[in-house]
């Protein structure tokens, strides 16, 4: 099976830098996936990390570090409407190359 | 482009009645087509996928099943609800079963049992 673990919550301020965490054990590991999820909505596509190192995106940034099983997704200069629950999911050998996704953290960007 | 029908928005249903909730493609051929489920507090749980017409795989044992009449049409049943059955029902679809494509998800159906 796959395990994804990510904080449960954080909170950050407006203007400010936050990272989310996010670890995994899987057999067979192909690549890993970020996405963002407002309230009552639908994920939406952040980023996609199959090889060690750093993708930057705009504000977004995402990382991966293979050996340790470790990613973390950068947000730069926090806006309010960067509230929203940020979702980690890994594709694997293991796991028919279906996204398993973790809990999700959610982020409150307060003023 | 590709877009992704999801209906209903939002259900209300007592325990014990039945579900039918229907996800469309268009714009794609042969789709891999999805059901997740996010119960409150918790992650995307998967609960079928399919690779083509007819084909169905159950990733849960549970009182759901699903469907994949036509190539761009995937539904979601059961004839019973239960309680446990609330939460927010995601359709998704991608080009391919490999691990680098993303999945693109429908609006999803918040559905309450009560």
């Known amino acids: 099976g796959q395990n994804i673990d990510q904080p449960t919550e954080m909170t950050a301020t407006e203007g400010a830098i936050v990272q989310i965490n996010c670890t995994y054990q899987?057999?067979?590991?192909?690549?890993l996936f970020w996405y963002q999820q407002h309230a009552g909505e639908a994920p939406t596509f952040l980023s996609y990390?199959?090889?060690?190192g750093l993708e930057e995106k705009g504000r977004f940034s995402s990382f991966l570090s293979r050996s340790k099983g470790y990613s973390y997704l950068l947000l730069k200069e926090l806006q309010m409407k960067d509230s929203a629950s940020y979702l980690c999911?890994?594709?694997?050998?293991?796991?028919?190359?279906?996204?398993?996704f973790g809990r999700g953290t959610s982020l409150i960007v307060h003023p | 482009s590709q877009t992704i029908h999801q209906w209903p928005a939002t259900l209300v249903q007592p325990v014990g009645s039945p579900l039918s909730l229907e996800c469309t493609v268009e714009?794609?051929?042969?789709?891999?087509l999805y059901w997740y489920r996010q119960a409150a507090g918790r992650g995307l749980q998967l609960l079928f996928y399919?690779?083509?017409?007819?084909?169905i795989s159950s990733e849960v044992p549970q009182n759901l099943s699903a469907s994949r009449p036509q190539d761009r049409q995937f539904i979601l049943s059961s004839k019973k609800l239960l309680l446990s059955d609330s939460g927010f029902y995601l359709c998704?679809?991608?080009?391919?079963?490999?691990?680098?494509?993303?999945?693109?998800f429908g609006s999803g159906t918040q559905l309450s049992v009560l």
């Open positions: 714009g794609t051929s042969n789709p891999n």
């Open positions: 998704a679809w991608r080009s391919d079963h490999t691990g680098g494509e993303k999945l693109f």
């Open positions: 990390n199959v090889l060690d």
């Open positions: 899987t057999s067979g590991f192909n690549g």
């Open positions: 999911a890994v594709t694997a050998s293991g796991g028919s190359y279906i996204p398993t």
């Open positions: 399919s690779v083509g017409i007819g084909q």
